[in-house]
Each structure stands twice: as C-alpha cells, then as structure tokens.
C-alpha cells in the first residue's frame, strides 16, 4: 500500500458535538481548504462567518425526512471511496462529476447520552445515526487517501500536523484517525445492541462488548502486566462515573477491590458500611448511623481491615471520617460527603476519595463476563434477593424451631454479604453485621474454620469473654 501525503484540499464537516467546531474549521479555511456541510453543522460554520458548501448543492438533491436522508449519495461516498490510483476509479469520478474529498470531521448522534437522559423509545430511536457512521466507515475504509477525524480532541493535533506538512496528512496519522474512528463505530453499534436487547429480550447470538477508554493504568494486578480502566455505561452511579477528590490514580486492584466495595452496599437500603480486602469483604454492618456502622464493621477484622477499601451506601458525616482518618485505607467511596467530613479527610492526602451522586440499582439486569481461552463466558448478575417472610420467594423453615425476627434479618443480612465473598463463603452474622467471614477456600468446612478462628481472634483482641459466634445466624452460599 502506498504510504504517500494527501493534499487536504476538500473537508466534508457534520458533527452533533460542535465544541471547537468553528476554530478548527477557521483554521482549515485559512489553509485554503474547501468546506462542505450539512444542517446544523453548516449554519454553525456559516454564523461563524466561514463560507460553506451545503451537501445538497454537491448531490444536487436536498435533504429530506427531517434530515434522515442527506448523505447517502454516490456524490458524497464516491468522493470518500475512490481509490485514485486506479483508473477506473478516477474515470468514474470523472464521469460522473465526482470531486474527492480529502478530510472528513464527523461525530455521531448522541445516542448513549439520549438514553442516559431518559428519553423515550422515539427519541432514542431517531438518534440512532446512519450516514455518521456510514460516512466514518468509508473514510476510514479508505484512509489510503481519506483523513478521518472523529473526535473534538484530535483537532489540534490535525491542524499542527497540517501547518507543519505543507497541508498534507501522512499515512500514518491516517492510518492512527482511521484505527480511533473504527474503535468508535464499534463502541456506537455495541450501544445500541445493547439497549434493543434490553429492550425487547432477545437472545443474543453475538455478544459485543465495548468501552471507551477511561485510564490507562500504570501496570495491572502485577507490575509486568498492562492494563486498561474503560466505560460503557454513564447512567449508573459508579466509581467509573464517580468524582474523585483527592489521592493518586486508582490502580488496577483498587478499582477491582473498590467496585466489590460499593456493589455490597448498593444491596442494603439501611445506612451501610462494608470494608474490603482483595475484593472480599472483612467487615460489613448496617445501622442507625454510618459511625454506628463502621465500628461494628471494623471490630469483625480490624487488621485485614488495614489498607483496605471502605464503601459506605450513604454520605460521609465528619464524625465517620475523623474515624476513618485514624486508620491507613487506600479508597473510600460514597454516595456523598459532608463539606467538614471533606475537610477532615483532606488531612490524610494519600487515601483516595470518590463520590457518585447516588446508589446503583442493585436489581439492574447486567452482564457479567469472563475470559476463557478462546472466547468468555457471559451471564446476568445476581441480582435474586430472597424475600423477607417466611413462605415469600422460597423462603422456607426446615427446623422445628421458626427463627426469631432478629434471627430472620440476620440471616437475609448474611446471605446478601455471601454473594460478594468469594467461594467457598461462610458468613456469622450477628445484629445486622458480620462476626466471622470465610472466603476461597477449595473446602467449605476450612472457610468456617477460617471464620470461626477470625472471630475468636477479635475476641481476644477486644478482651472479650464471650463467644462472638454464639447466637449468630450463618450464611453458605452452597450446602
């Protein structure tokens, strides 16, 4: 293939996001460059003072079904898909009055910011775009010739590469846009077989999964490993979509570990505090108070607890975070925080501190997807809670005994933990916080041993003389 220039002489432009929109295309106009438009792209450029040539005096046909059908031309998509080495080609674009074009600025119908919005089926639907990613496809199909620029944030760079090239795109920065646009058509179309199925229930027979990029990471789950952090999903409170405060980048294992964090408390709607370890849990209790929380949850383990993760379902007090301050933790992550809490843990510079501006829905239906030599196993997360009456959702008593109402919550309470702990899991649960956990363990009697040895450690660290255990409920997540 040849790796020759390409004079930018033409610019075809038709963007949804116009964010320095008109600076880029002020620049291209000075270098001489011709401006072809469509729509609301055209009337920006044309306020802007710039001189334009509409789509429709290209094609000679104008734009019709409320802008559905303006593109879809031999005109437009002739001049992006001649390879003008070959004769034929450019015979056919003589032929039939086509003029090349050289570089293409397009970014598509916002169609995941619409559903995030909450629009209604209609809305989503329309924006769906068509001649976007058609028009990105064939530039970057053939970016022997064609420079395709899908990304506001590629602007300056395109126009440096051209002021110091002569008005001319290498190959390589060709070959770059073209590798960024087809990444972006892949990302739009998994968006919107995502939400149709949703939508509708329909199998999947081909599974897509696709993100954009949201860090590169320093390195993975160990130093000699790469590692990426993406995002797919902007509606869900999350700590992808979360605002971080204060402390250095997130590692690979502080967002593993964080995200266990955060899903447990999104289970409870009762204030809730769950601290982490290597994505399992070493305390979890809920209360009255967060505080009240925090120190039931600590007291199952206070020294995994030591750089750990905290997740609390509700927003830091001050009073929680000067408890919080006395500890080293690498990440607190909450729904919101007091502006005196925020002050306080600003004292402790290295803890990283994220807010989501709300829960996620534990009930949501997602995929959950797993890498396996040569393809992954997907399935829907586990979002089965039982229910909270005897007789309701299976909820049955095998025992003589019918268990207490306290004994009942503490048991539901114990089964929500098991779910995030790795198996095998044991869990003692006793007045809504955990007193013993055991988790990965290859036999389920060593993970009660486990926990029941936790326990009994505490204990003696606390000066206590009576048995945390006894009392408790106990959770399995198999027999």
């Known amino acids: 293939m040849s790796t020759h220039p390409v004079s930018v002489k033409t610019a075809l432009l038709s963007v949804s996001d116009k964010s320095g929109l008109a600076e880029f295309a002020t620049a291209l106009t000075a270098m001489g460059v011709r401006l072809v438009s469509t729509g609301g792209t055209a009337k920006t450029l044309r306020d802007a003072g710039l001189e334009v040539t509409d789509v429709s005096d ?30 034929s080609h450019k015979q056919a674009m003589e032929e039939n009055d086509i003029g090349a074009i050289d570089l293409v600025v397009i970014n598509l119908y916002p169609f995941e910011q619409t559903v995030a919005s909450g629009a209604d089926a209609a809305d989503i639907i329309e924006n769906i775009d068509i001649g976007g990613p058609a028009m990105v496809r064939a530039s970057a199909k053939n970016h022997k010739y064609v420079t395709i620029v899908t990304d506001p944030g590629d602007y300056e760079d395109v126009l440096d590469h051209l002021k110091q090239n002569e008005g001319t795109t290498s190959f390589d920065l060709r070959q770059k846009l073209a590798t960024k646009a087809f990444n972006k058509t892949a990302s739009y179309d998994a968006a919107i077989q995502t939400w149709f199925t949703e939508q509708t229930g329909v199998e999947q027979k081909s599974f897509v999964l696709a993100g954009t990029q949201k860090q590169a990471l320093r390195y993975g789950e160990n130093p000699h490993q790469t590692a990426g952090v993406y995002i797919n999903d902007v509606t869900t409170p999350s700590l ?18 964080t995200d266990a964090a955060f899903e447990l408390v999104s289970e409870f709607s009762d204030p809730t505090i769950a601290i982490i370890k290597h994505a399992n849990p070493c ?21 995994s607890a030591f750089g750990g993760i905290v997740a609390a379902n509700a927003p830091i007090t001050e009073e929680l975070a000067a408890e919080l301050g006395k500890l080293f933790l690498e990440v607190i992550i909450a729904p919101g925080i007091e502006d005196a809490a925020k002050a306080t843990l600003e004292k402790k510079k290295n803890v990283r501190v994220l807010i989501t501006n709300g829960m996620p829905d534990p009930k949501v239906v997602r995929p959950l997807v797993k890498t396996v030599a040569g393809g992954f196993l997907v399935q829907s997360r586990d979002n089965e809670v039982a229910g909270t009456v005897i007789g309701e959702k299976d909820l049955t008593v095998v025992t003589k005994r019918q268990p207490t109402d306290q004994e009942l919550q503490d048991l539901l309470f114990a089964e929500k933990v098991a779910k995030h702990v790795k198996s095998n899991a044991i869990i003692y649960v006793k007045n809504q916080a955990t007193v013993g956990i055991g988790a990965g363990q290859m036999s389920r009697v060593d993970s009660a041993k486990i926990a029941a040895i936790k326990a009994s450690e505490m204990e003696q660290a606390a000066g206590e003389t009576a048995s945390r255990l006894k009392g408790s409920a106990v959770a399995s997540d198999a027999f």
């Not at 305390?283 to 020294?303: M, N, S, Y």
Request: include cysteine.
């Open 58 to 87: 290209i094609t000679g046909f104008p734009e019709i079904m409320d802008g559905r059908v303006k593109t879809l031309h031999p005109k437009i998509h002739g001049g992006l898909l001649a390879n003008r080495d070959v004769k």
């Open 240 to 257: 992808l979509t979360a605002t971080q405060l204060q402390g250095k980048e997130l590692s690979y294992n502080n967002i593993n570990d």
């Open 283 to 303: 305390g979890v209790a809920t209360g009255e108070t967060l505080l009240d929380c925090w120190h039931r949850a600590f007291a199952c383990d206070t020294v």
